[in-house]
């Protein structure tokens, strides 16, 4: 079982640390495609266009500064430099040991610039998401695609992957090779469905959490019986302090692909 996560916009900064290696990063196959991120983003500067171009609105553009030294800056864990909603959820810190052992295992965390990191990689506070635009880049979902499909398949190819990503992350490895069941969440109101975004972080951020608990080798049967088992068990309070709780976990049937992989949607159907 590998359980794929976006990243978080939101980033602790380390104070102390060592300096980013490249070569020990999960995947040290993405080196060159992470070199050039670095050299160019170093390039763009930290001004008002280069802000522009991160995707950083005028209350945020002075954080385009921690990409101006990522070889020099200190590194953390990706899983404490990460600290969004879905990472606050998944909680990594306050696991037990065999929990760790699974989320080391399995947890790999997709990113804008590294292409894709493992929880205990050690890297820099940085900004650039999967939709900024680099002059002289393709997209960087196309960009990504053919080397993270490369170096995901050697290790996931025929297994369960649960894909907590979002769009722009998902789109930059497809993976055909493998069995995706990806995570949803809607709220059911008076027989009414709305999706619902912000808190879907969070709700998926618990589920990835309850599934370290089967283990790095836990079948799609499995997982698909875990995630299921989730209605009735778990809760969140929402910015107005209300109470919401997975209601219902709907499954659609696996659709194969030509690749040997299949599709499974699974959305968790909140109060």
């Known amino acids: 079982m590998f359980i794929w996560l976006p990243p978080s916009e939101s980033k602790s900064t380390p104070t102390s640390g060592p300096t980013l290696n490249l070569k020990t990063l999960t995947h040290s196959s993405l080196e060159p495609e992470r070199t050039r991120l670095i050299n160019a983003l170093e390039a763009l500067g930290a001004d008002e266009q280069a802000a522009k171009l991160l995707g950083l609105g005028p209350t945020k553009a002075h954080e385009a500064r921690a990409n101006l030294h990522l070889l020099h800056s200190p590194c953390a864990p990706a899983r404490e430099l990460f600290t969004g909603v879905l990472f606050t959820a998944l909680d990594l810190p306050t696991l037990n040991a065999e929990q760790k052992e699974c989320a080391h295992r399995s947890i790999r965390i997709f990113s804008g610039l590294f292409g894709v990191l493992s929880p205990e990689d050690l890297v820099p506070d940085h900004r650039l998401s999967i939709a900024s635009k680099l002059p002289g880049f393709l997209p960087l979902a196309k960009y990504w695609r053919p080397a993270l499909d490369e170096a995901l398949r050697a290790e996931a190819e025929g297994e369960c992957v649960v894909d907590a990503r979002s769009g722009g992350y998902a789109a930059a490895c497809k993976a055909p090779w493998a069995h995706l069941i990806s995570i949803r969440a809607a709220r ?84």
Do not use: F, Y
């Open 188 to 271: 059911e109101r008076e027989g009414k469905r709305q999706i619902i975004s912000h808190d879907a972080k969070r709700w998926r951020g618990l589920a990835c959490r309850e599934l370290l608990a089967l283990g790095a080798n836990a079948s799609p049967d499995e997982v698909v019986e875990a995630l299921s088992a989730l209605a009735g068990t778990i809760s969140i309070t929402d910015a107005k302090g209300r109470v919401h709780q997975i209601i219902d976990v709907e499954i659609l049937e696996a659709k194969p692909s030509r690749q040997g992989g299949s599709t499974r949607a699974l959305t968790l159907v909140t109060d």
